[in-house]
């Protein structure tokens, strides 16, 4: 079996719908079942939604349960170099092989009917999760909540709302209370949901849903606290004060997303060296992440390289504020976005810390932003801009003139996914 072999398989599946987004439940419960319900056989699941932040929580869960000694499931999209980091089977990246085998089994299932690319390989890591032993499994949503094809759990353990803002606005509504709606899809009756920060448009919807549903509530700033306090993370909660370096994973944002982490251990009983792990040892790539070796980073020469996959406005204010708080040196953006995402409300707040923006379109990506659209939009957001034909091309224009520099190339995961691979 070549290595190749998954990447045959996952393009036969792109064929099977004609969307690559259909929000619907039914083409998933029809293979589940064609499968004997992978979904039923589980270890306890742990089910996280929300806008911003979901891959960084679910990354510290993992490292504290991991601390912990237990083994864990997990489940995450979208990849950035390689489809197998998707899923991870009691701690390891799925093999080839067994990636190839899985996929072959669940089309054979499948009988070429209508399915989703997302929906197939969905139930392709249902399958090998229900197939192997672990104590926890880790969800991921991928979009919205209600009819997202991970939302097939009767029961899970725990369920997690991370904060919810404005994006994929075609596929979940307009407005705040629309999108928290389908984001509180999750909740199941009787089952404690972890709520991050939220604006109150959110969080009343989540609240009315979980006051239906009899699903208690731990939410952020009523029953847990967390806060930078003198370069160190403290944590509070009816059970008492933890007192925690701050997280690995850079941002003030991250204090945030390692407070919902900590909600979700102490809720699982886990102590605070787990709960310190969770903080200190979570790794998360493509959140504002330094890059230290590789290709990319030897044209850069001396100007520090940073790669960050995050694409709405929310994302977009997260990172300036991180940026701000670097040490001081000229920071340029290399910037490449999907046709699908609001670019102005993204690049808006990075008018304050950034000295230039190079603009790139997205190899290979049909709903890429066009170099010269994204250039647009960042001279409408007041910074400085330039079109570049490639990233390498983007790196060696700007050490020409700032050796010295600060360069983060953003803007979409699909960007930083490519950017992984060249700089391997």
Known sequence: MTPQHSDIILERLMSLHPKIIDLVLDRVWRLLAALDHPERR????????????????????????????????AYTSPHLARFHERIRIAG??????????????????????????????TCAALLAFARSPADYTLLEVGLGGRLDATNVIERPALTIITPVSLDHQQYLGETLAEIAGEKAGILKRGVTCIVGPQDDAALDVIEAKAARLDAPLLTWGQHWHVAEENGRLVYQD??????????????????????????????????????????????????????????????????ELWLDGGHNPAAG?????????????????????????????????????????????????????????THAAATAAGIRSTVSDTVVGAIHDIVA?????LILICGSLYLAGNVLRENS
Not at 104 to 117: D, K, L
Not at 256 to 278: K, M, P, T, V
Request: proline share 5%; charged share 20%.
């Open 317 to 373: 204010e997260a990172l300036a504020e991180a940026l701000g708080r670097l040490p001081e040196r000229p920071t340029h953006l290399i910037c490449g976005m999907l046709n699908t995402k609001d670019i102005g409300g993204y690049l808006r707040p990075l008018a304050r810390v950034a000295a230039s923006l190079h603009a790139v379109s997205i190899p290979g990506e049909v709903n890429t932003l066009s170099a010269g659209q």
């Open 238 to 303: 009816e059970t008492g004060l933890l007192d925690l370096p701050l997280p690995a994973l850079i941002g003030r944002h991250q204090v945030q997303n390692a407070g919902i982490a900590i909600a979700a251990l102490r809720h699982l009983r886990f102590g605070e060296a787990e709960c310190a792990a969770a903080v200190t040892d979570a790794f998360w790539p493509a959140r504002l992440q330094r890059l230290r070796q590789g290709s990319l980073v030897e044209a850069a020469g001396r100007a």
């Open 401 to 405: 003139t700032d050796p010295g520099a």
């Open 92 to 121: 390891e990246l799925i093999t080839e092989q067994a990636l190839a085998e899985l996929l072959e089994e669940c089309e054979q299932a499948n009988s070429g009917e209508s399915i989703t690319y997302f929906e197939i390989t």
């Open 42 to 73: 589980l270890p306890p699941v742990i089910h996280v939604a929300g806008t911003n932040g979901k891959g960084s929580v679910q990354a510290m869960i993992r490292a504290g349960l991991e601390a912990g000694g237990k083994a864990v499931h």
